[in-house]
Each structure stands twice: as C-alpha cells, then as structure tokens.
C-alpha cells in the first residue's frame, strides 16, 4: 500500500514540478498565439488568420516556428531600436542597426500632440512623452514642410527625412526609435503582418495555411540575448481531436493506475477489518 501511494504522489509530483519549471523558465518573455479578435487560442485551422504576440524588456526577439516534423517553417527577427535625435537639421539620414528591412514602424518623440492625428498614430507614455508615427513616402514630391514622412532604403537600411520644404524635419533634440522586422533565414509559407506596439510589445500577423498542411504539434520559440520561451500549438481540422505527446499520455496513465491500485488496497483492507 505504501510504494502504490507512494508511486502515486511521485507522479503527481512531477508533473506539478514539470508546470513549474516550464513557467519558471518563461523570464521576461512571453508569447502567445491569438485569433483576429485578440482572444489566445491554443490550436488553430486550415486556413486560418492568427496573431502571434512575443513580448519581451530586450531590444531584439527572434521567433522560430517549427512544424510537426522538426523543419522551421518560420524564422524572424525584430528589432526595437533607437536610431538617434534630430539635430534639426535638413536631409538627415539614420541607419538600422542590421538590414535589409522587410517592415518599420517609425515614432519621433515630439513635444506636442500635432492636430489631425490618428489614434493609433499616437502614444503617450506614463511617463509623458508624446510619441507621433511618422508615415513612409517613395519620394518628397507630394510632401510639403508639414508632412510627417519618411523614405527608406531598406536594402541599406537607411532612413531619411525631409528638409522642411519637402518634407518636415524632425524636431530638434526629439529620439527616433523604431521597430523593425529583419530576415533571420528562410520564411517559409508564411505571410508577415505589419509590426505594431512599439513599446510594448512585438505583435505580427501570420497566415498559416501554409502551415496547416501538416497534423500536429507546431512549436513556437520566442528568444532574447537573456531569455526565451518555448510553447506549443496544436494545428487542427474540423472533427479531429490533435495528436497528444507520449509522455503525458504515459504520466496520466500512470497516475489513474496508482490511484486506482490505491483504492482497491484501501477497500480490501475495510473489508478485512470488518470480517474480524
């Protein structure tokens, strides 16, 4: 009675321990895949749009999206930088720490919040600062002293401003940060989103059809320079149940035929005591 109870109590032990290293091991990131309407969701289907949202304190967050059968069918990296101030100066040019650049989200620090703005065009932060998303343009044609614009050369990874007849120039002194989303390798069959929340978090839309041609269980990586996370997802279709890992089939199994064992003895034992 004593090794079943206690065979018992180990298994359910370990799994207690397992949860709690797998959350121990999450650190300063997390990542989760959500549906359009920004709801978490732990398996997705054939066909259909999902966000996946890393968060994470660090500059830099690479995810790896890996199917069934252990191939990366995704591999990014995006990046949150400050690329400097404004000297207030005309035709000023920054660079991106690493390109070529798929996507960008340019926001200067400004001293106002400039009228005729878009909500999602603004933030202001706890502390105070006003942050304007500046717009990209292919040229300055179009652009006068007021237009907040921007060209880039995303092969080089240059950005420029304008020079205040085409093109407004960035305030003096105002920081230019920017979150970009550069190539780590192959993408596979994936359809990359805008980045957004510059300062928060990092959150891109997929289309994963192409990724719901295989069964199973996709596992999605997030990593910083200090800390990652690994968590997996299952792709489903409809009127099918996902494929469940061996081990916890092995670990429940185990722990209903402890606890099982564990009653009969129990009952045998009543019955014992009664008869005498």
Not at 86 to 106: L, M, N, R, V, Y
Not at 208 to 219: D, F
Not at 241 to 247: R, S
Request: hydrophobic residues 40%; aromatic residues 8%.
């Amino acid at each position: 009675m004593k090794i079943l109870t206690f065979l018992a109590l180990a298994v359910f032990a370990a799994l207690l321990c397992s949860c709690i290293v797998k959350l121990g091991n999450a650190g300063s990131i997390s990542v989760g895949i959500y549906d359009t309407e920004g709801l978490s969701k732990e398996s997705f289907s054939t066909g259909e749009n999902i966000r996946i949202i890393a968060e994470s304190s660090h500059t830099s967050i690479t995810i790896i999206v890996t199917d069934p059968d252990g191939i990366a069918v995704l591999n990014e990296t995006y990046e949150r930088a400050i690329l400097g101030s404004s000297i207030g100066e005309a035709d000023q040019i920054f660079s991106f720490g690493k390109h070529p650049i798929f996507s960008e989200s340019i926001w200067i620090n400004e001293t106002s919040i400039p009228e005729g703005m878009e909500e999602d065009e603004i933030e202001v932060t706890e502390s105070g600062d006003i942050w304007v998303r500046w717009q990209r343009v292919e040229v300055f044609f179009e652009s006068d002293g007021n237009s907040r614009h921007y060209i880039i050369d995303r092969d080089s990874g240059q950005v420029q401003f304008g020079d205040g007849v085409n093109g407004m120039i960035p305030p003096t002194g105002g920081e230019i940060k920017t979150t970009y989303r550069t190539g780590a390798g192959e993408e596979g069959a994936v359809v990359a989103g805008e980045v957004r929340n510059l300062l928060t978090s990092i959150a891109y839309d997929k289309t994963l059809s192409g990724l719901t041609t295989k069964l199973g269980w996709y596992t999605v990586e997030a990593s910083s320079p200090v800390d990652e996370v690994r968590k997996n997802y299952a792709c489903v279709y409809f009127h099918t149940i996902p494929e469940i890992p061996v081990g916890t089939i092995t670990a429940v199994t185990a722990m209903l035929l402890g606890l099982s064992l564990y009653g009969l003895v129990q009952r045998k034992k009543l019955r014992y005591s009664k008869l005498n």
